[in-house]
């Protein structure tokens, strides 16, 4: 009976220390954002804000923005395995793929990533768990239900032009997928691609010639210049559908978009439950937004002599 109360003690004894020792670790997070604009800004606030919510002062965030550069996210992910950091935040897909690239140990999370499928080159048989050291949140908002929206705000139009960066991934993919259900809807569609910011302005303005409404999807490079999209599509008078709040705000007038901030927080929470509950990273399944909001972009609207319909919000 001694032995098996010492034994039991010696048990406790373990478990405390072991508790002990997981409260005082301060755990080190790397976040590698691709570049600043308003939806991956908010992504990163969400992340950091879980995480500080749920550790206080035992975690310790290095940020690091990789000003759009896909070698900066290689260089950034590569210095984050070398540190050793607990975990890798990855903020967009080029941010994902470069964390990915750079270890197979340290977990990594990715938020603003519209398909992972596409993002790891996955081709066929996917499940939504990735089997790696890596998991996340989706950006992903209906495509049939933003084409839906181009059919309830422009059923008069007759070409829509796809409007996005050559560059990323899932920009191609949002494309593809929403051309289908614009056909569906009796729509014509021309896809107008810029390779990068340079010629943002000269293919925009090729694309407000030929369509009677835009659509752009999430798209990192657009979301950078939608000062130089506004400056050519207001004055043509032609409308902008966007895939996220972020570009509509910028160019758009309407978009069923998600919160970022929201996202980022998921992706913060799921960190805790890798860092402190032990979850395994490769069984997690990817996280998509709950909800979606139809928006519009009061100003533009005005400009354009628009009327939106009712369940509309104005994007604040």
Known sequence: MKKMLSLVLALCMLLTCGSVMAEGKTYQIGVLQLVQHAALDAAT?????????????????????????????????????????????????????????????????????????????????????????????????????????????????????????????????????IAEHLKALGYETEEFSFSDSNDVATVTQACADSVDVIYIPTDNTAASYTETIANVVIPAKKAVVAGEAGICSGCGVATLSISYYDLGYQTGLMAYDILVNGADITTMEIQSAPNFTKMYNAANVAELGLTMPADYLPIE
Do not use: H
């Open 45 to 177: 606030q969400g992340f950091v804000d879980a995480l500080t919510e749920k550790l206080g002062d035992k975690v310790e965030f290095d940020i690091q923005n990789a000003s759009g550069d896909s070698a900066a996210c290689t260089t950034i992910a590569t210095t984050f395995d070398a540190n050793g950091v607990d975990l890798i935040m990855a903020n967009a897909t080029p941010a994902l793929q470069a964390a990915m690239n750079a270890t197979g140990t340290i977990p990594v999370l990715g938020t603003s990533v519209t398909d992972y499928a596409t993002a790891l080159g996955v081709t066929e048989g996917w499940t939504g768990v990735t089997g790696l050291n890596v998991s996340g949140t989706s950006d992903l908002a209906p495509l049939d239900g933003q084409a839906a929206m181009i059919k309830e705000l422009f059923p008069d139009a007759k070409k829509v032009g796809l409007l996005y960066c050559s560059a990323e991934p899932n920009s191609v993919y949002q494309v593809t997928v």
